[in-house]
């Protein structure tokens, strides 16, 4: 009995995904592989930084609307050689006691620290949108790599068939050449046939085993460790059309809204500045103590001070004015930045968009040309079979039927990839909830 070159094939992949992993490896659905992905990558930990240094620097604006406190305390010893009467000396010592305490309050500065902390909320609130931005954004460079090794393995299974169909028509046209119904030329016109669908499993075989590796790469996993994967729907639905998908997208987008908070920030940034211009009041209190002996702690040897200070800067050497006018630059970068990120969203909600509507004209007219290479197929091999057509009838045949699953498959996984692309330009992709 001759064995299926195919099913021989298939036996040996899968002895060879059994060898390398023999215990079995544990199926990965698309939120394993999301919620992996963002608790490895490195731009979703750099951007979490950058947050945290945000929250830092709220924290330092908040500290201006609070007292400065500092304590002090000292002692020294000093020695000196004193002459008697007589010419003779003696080494007179002193040993002397100090402590102090203080405290200062910023009363007015041209509210530059009202203006300093609200400008750093803005600041937190841009970087934390960036970050969610960031987390995103791979969330949806896993789904792409995610559904590129699943449309690997449904190509596979139709080059397999493409394969499997060539195998069998090879075996035909033997026993017809045999029964002299067809020639040595159909014989390898058959043979040539079924060595290119072989290839393209090869091929296939690779693309997919290159895509588990990029895959697991992109999650931080050892690329040599085999993945299996959950098989994901393909509905490829959204709720929305081109125009709500742009007004939704300039209300909740947070590549947009981190600019717009960037913006805020930057003018902000020129009240600072500007607030050097104006006269700093302040309070303070201190007190004091000087003694030869620390336990003496009384009226006698402590000292209080109580007032305010008011101070103006006549002359600065044009440092404000540097100031002011640097801020005033960086705001008129941040606004240039707001617009043109503000284009950059709606272009790619479009396009998203437009991906989206083709991909799903793109399965209806490939699956119309499913059916029709399958009747064109079916025609085509009886009239070879009754001696009316030629093998090479039937391989064209074949041949367009695979190109025609392929753009099926193609355009499915297309479809699904274009929702979640328009879903990250809108900004309402939906993260999975932490697993443990």
């Avoid at 020695?79 to 010592?93: A, C, D, L, M």
């Avoid at 003496?296 to 109580?306: G, L, V």
Wanted: charged share 25%; hydrophobic share 40%; proline share 3%.
């Amino acid at each position: 009995m001759k064995i299926p070159v195919g099913w021989m094939i298939g036996v040996l992949a899968a002895v060879i995904v059994g060898v390398a992993n023999p215990l079995g490896a544990a199926p990965l659905s698309l939120d394993d592989c999301v919620r992996l992905a963002l608790r490895n990558n490195l731009a979703v930990e750099e951007a979490h930084n950058e947050l945290l240094r945000a929250n830092a620097g709220v924290l330092g604006a908040r500290s201006a609307f609070f007292p400065n406190l500092s304590l002090n305390g000292g002692w020294s010893k000093s020695e000196e050689p004193r002459p008697f009467e007589q010419g003779e000396s003696f080494v007179f010592s002193d040993e002397t006691w100090s402590a102090s305490a203080n405290a200062d309050l910023t009363l007015f500065n041209g509210f530059g620290n009202v203006s300093g902390y609200q400008q750093s909320l803005r600041a937190e609130d841009a970087f934390e949108r960036s970050f969610v931005k960031s987390r995103q954004d791979v969330a949806l460079q896993t789904e792409t790599r995610y559904f590129e090794v699943l449309k690997q393995q449904a190509l596979l299974q139709v080059n397999q068939e493409a394969a499997d169909h060539a195998e069998g028509q090879l075996s035909k046209t033997n026993a017809m050449k045999d029964l002299g119904a067809a020639t040595l030329a159909d014989v390898y016109k058959a043979e040539v046939d079924f060595a290119n669908n072989r290839l393209a499993v090869l091929r296939t075989q690779r693309d997919l085993e290159v895509g588990k590796a990029s895959l697991a790469n992109y999650l931080g996993i050892d690329p040599r460790e085999p993945i299996v994967l959950v098989p994901e729907s393909l509905d490829a639905s959204a709720d929305f059309d081109l125009d709500a998908a742009s007004e939704l997208a300039l209300e909740v987008n947070p590549k947009l809204t981190s600019a717009e908070s960037s913006m805020e920030a930057g003018r902000l940034a020129v009240r600072v500045a500007k607030s050097d211009r104006y006269p700093s009041l302040s309070a303070f209190a201190s007190t004091s103590f000087f003694n030869r002996e620390p336990k003496d702690f009384d009226d006698e040897h402590i000292e209080w001070q109580t007032g305010v200070r008011l101070n103006f800067t006549l002359f600065d050497g044009f440092f404000t004015k540097s100031n002011i006018r640097s801020a005033e630059a960086s705001l008129l970068t941040a606004r240039r930045s707001l617009e043109t990120t503000e284009l950059d969203v709606l272009f790619e909600v479009r396009r998203a968009y437009l991906d989206l509507e083709i991909a799903r004209e793109s399965i209806t007219v490939a699956g119309d040309a499913v059916r029709s290479s399958q009747e064109d197929l079916r025609f085509a091999q009886e009239r070879y079979n009754i001696g009316e057509g030629t093998i090479l009838d039937v391989i064209d045949a074949q041949v367009n039927l695979t190109r025609s699953k392929t753009n099926l498959v193609t355009a499915q996984y297309d479809a699904r990839l274009a929702v979640s692309a328009l879903r990250n330009a809108v900004g309402d992709y939906t993260l999975p909830e932490e697993g443990p």
